[in-house]
């Protein structure tokens, strides 16, 4: 097997690295909220709740099993149900428009931007008197444009829930994901920037009201033992996991950092020719959860670099709407150009913080070579 | 909770041997829980999920149920059975239980509809409905039987054990069951290989591969890591469930003396598993103040009838609908029964009721 420049293969992620890094912190908490029979619930979801809230700067955060659950709890807090219509670019992961669907409502799919997220000019001309709700999805780690999106919601009355599974502490105009819309929606799945060991995931909002009902939402309605005010879900976030986040929560500004240098030694690697990477605007902060760059010949290069050791993923290669379970919104190829090309374009490099500058050295050179 | 794992010295080992793997995600120990779990009950697959209450939800969505289809359920379940058939925008039909705390099989033709979906008994408590009169009206019908069994693991009629009867049964791993993990967790068995693939794809976005989304699912996957706590503990679910029901011997041979007490029926066909150790009281709210002030977990599983709660208003049921549930809720009340209970403990319970019914 031929190989890269390091000699060794490069993984896409590397979670066993990051365990090996807070064995000896982890370890000790693991076995305290073990030992305490407080498995679902209690103090460390509170504390792990409180110290999110500070982060993302918002007045409240519920903590639940999954950043899926949070889009579906927040769209029916915010009062959409059977019928209604929910404005979504087609190019995200299955879950946001999965959301929608399971709660009756009709997702409209909006194109992106050459940056991958929902384009704001296309966003007004598919409002109609049913549209309820627009969520933007900030794909990659970079938020969607924001201002631009709120003017259109509040000109026309309808919400605003930001999917914000990928977008932990980035920021437009120093003001945070999940502070915008009347409703934020974070992952904490073992693959995101802050992540538990299991499932997991957490809304943000500044309204009182909604955060009440969804802490009713997430334990079966329950409003106390014995009361069911409404009928909610089970979604609830482990002690365990609520624990292990409230510890990984104040690693993540140096996580964000390490993540934002290695995307900026890509930038400065990658020959600008060839590739084509979708560059970050003065006002936004930018987390990279994901390092997708925009390429010819896709394909081959996947798994040129595949025989080189060096591992890379494709976020995501069949647009939604695209998808057999969406066959019955009926779309068909040249629905959203935009969205399409860049399904056959995409490639997401490593860029995780345990990546270093001589990997991000050998996969740049291996494709700069190839493309060349 | 704490005394369960009181000496797991080597699930610690084992679990710090599996979180260096990185393995989070529908991981390898996940398959080996599934296949041990469906040994244990008798079934030809299990699927980990999210919670008994997801295995509900996505039993019911795959063989069908959906908006305006009416289930059929028991009037005294936990909130949860409802919830799940709430979710599907289906409608909750009622029938009343009788002593057994399950629904009174006997009600449940007269309940039938051109709506009627599914048939979703509730073992509660530890008992189980009686599926040997449920199965031939599910025949008849053509209507499909989904086993709420997330407080009867190892329960079982004639030796066929909870969740082997229906289509799929639903299992909860909820801290306070039986068999537990150390968060929120369910189980759903099937002998289908249709329904498998089915749940498989519901519960993991409806992901046929990476790329691919056959339909549209749920994220609800019961997590790796628990996963290892569920093969440690599943060896010693057999046992648990034996000292459960010893020690509800126990306190039946006791109670069964004291005036005031009525002990349920206890059909010898049965595996009762006592999720839930339960008798009828007289001047029960007293008798649960006075054992709680002597520091007794007594307790009542519940209060109030899920067809009285406010969630469920918009039905329009009016106390009296289901005399026998409105009954038992004025009279039941459950005693601490878990395995770790020490004969001193129970016969401190016992002493107890006997002196305040003196």
């Known amino acids: 097997m031929t190989t890269n420049s390091t000699g060794f293969p490069i993984p896409y992620v590397n979670l066993s690295a990051q365990w090996s890094q807070e064995r000896d912190q982890l370890l000790p908490i693991i076995e305290e909220v073990l030992l305490s029979g407080q498995y679902v619930g209690g103090k460390y979801v509170e504390e792990f709740e409180s110290a999110a809230a500070a982060y993302c700067g918002v007045k409240h955060v519920v903590a639940l099993n999954s950043g899926t659950d949070a889009l579906v709890c927040g769209l029916v807090a915010m009062g959409v149900g059977r019928g209604d219509e929910v404005i979504t670019p087609p190019n995200s992961f299955i879950a946001s428009t999965g959301a929608i669907v399971h709660i ?36 990659t780690g970079r938020m969607a444009s924001m201002e631009a999106i709120s003017e259109i919601a509040s000109g026309h009355g309808i919400s605003v829930i930001e999917d914000a599974a990928q977008a932990i502490g980035s920021e437009f105009a120093s003001k945070k994901s999940g502070s915008w819309g009347l409703v934020g929606c974070f992952s904490t799945h073992p693959l995101k920037n802050l992540n538990a060991i299991g499932d997991g995931g957490f809304l943000t909002t500044n309204d009182d009201d909604i955060a009440q009902r969804i802490r009713l939402m997430r334990s079966h309605g329950l409003a106390d033992r014995d009361k069911a005010e409404s009928f909610g879900f089970v979604s609830r976030m482990d002690s365990l996991q609520a624990a292990i986040l409230g510890f990984r929560l104040k690693q993540l500004p140096e996580v964000t950092a390490k993540r934002r240098a290695n995307a900026n030694l890509y930038r400065a690697l990658l020959s600008s020719e060839t590739v084509f990477i979708p560059p970050d605007l003065e006002k936004e902060l930018n987390t990279y959860h994901t390092f997708v760059i925009q390429v010819d010949r896709r394909d081959e290069l996947k798994s040129h670099l595949a025989q080189l050791g060096i591992s890379t993923s494709i976020h995501y290669p069949i647009p939604i709407h695209l998808q057999p379970a969406a066959k019955s919104l009926g779309h068909e190829i040249g629905d959203f150009p935009v969205t399409e090309e860049q399904a056959s374009r995409i490639l997401t490099l490593p860029v995780n913080q345990f990546t270093t500058d001589a990997q991000i050295d050998a996969i740049s050179s291996a494709i700069n070579a190839f493309l060349k | 909770m704490a005394q369960q794992f009181s000496d797991c010295e080597d699930l610690w080992d084992k679990l710090k041997a599996f979180v260096a793997t990185g393995d989070f995600t529908l991981g390898k120990p996940l398959q080996e829980f599934e296949e041990a779990f469906a040994k244990l009950v008798g079934a030809r697959y299990a699927i980990g999920v999210n919670s008994g209450t997801d295995a509900i939800k996505l039993s019911l969505k795959a063989v069908g149920v959906g908006h ?28 009343d239980c009788d002593d057994t705390f399950c629904m009174n099989v006997d009600l449940v033709e007269a309940a039938v509809t051109a709506e009627t979906k599914a048939f979703l008994p509730v073992h509660f408590t530890g008992y189980m409905t009686d599926m040997r009169k449920l199965l031939p009206l599910s025949e008849k019908y053509g209507i499909p039987i989904i086993e709420d069994a997330c407080q009867s693991i190892l329960g079982a009629i004639d030796g066929k054990k909870a969740g082997t009867w229906g289509e799929a049964g639903a299992f909860s791993l909820h801290p306070l069951k039986n068999v537990n993990v150390w968060s929120d967790g369910g189980v759903i068995v099937t002998k289908s290989d249709e329904l498998n693939d089915k749940f498989r794809l519901l519960r993991n976005h409806g992901l046929a591969d990476r790329d691919t989304v056959e339909l549209l699912g749920y994220n609800s996957r019961l997590d790796t890591f628990q996963a290892v706590v569920g093969n440690w503990l599943l060896p010693s679910a057999l046992e648990i469930s034996e000292k459960r029901i010893e020690n509800a011997a126990f306190y039946d041979r006791e109670l069964r003396k004291i005036n005031g007490i009525v002990i349920p029926p206890r059909p010898s066909d049965f595996r009762i598993v006592y999720h839930l150790y339960i008798v009828f009281a007289e001047r029960r709210d007293e008798l649960l103040d006075f054992l709680v002030n002597r520091g007794i977990e007594a307790k009542i599983h519940y209060p109030t009838p899920i067809y009285r709660q406010p969630a469920l208003a918009h039905l329009g049921h009016r106390q009296g609908a289901f005399p026998v549930a409105d009954r ?31």
């Open chain 1, 104 to 139: 009756g409502a009709v997702p409209v799919f909006v194109d992106v931007c050459a940056d991958q997220n929902i384009d704001p000019l296309l966003i007004e001309r598919t409002i109609t008197k049913k549209t309820k709700a627009i969520m933007p999805v900030h794909l």
């Open chain 2, 68 to 95: 305006g289809n009416e289930v059929i359920t028991t009037a005294n379940t936990f909130v949860a059975t409802v919830g799940a058939i709430a979710e599907l925008g289906a409608i909750p039909v009622f029938v």
């Open chain 2, 328 to 358: 038992q809720a004025k009279s039941i009340i459950s005693f601490p029964c878990d395995q770790h209970l020490s004969v001193a403990e129970m016969g401190f319970v016992v002493d107890s009721v006997r002196e305040f019914y003196a």
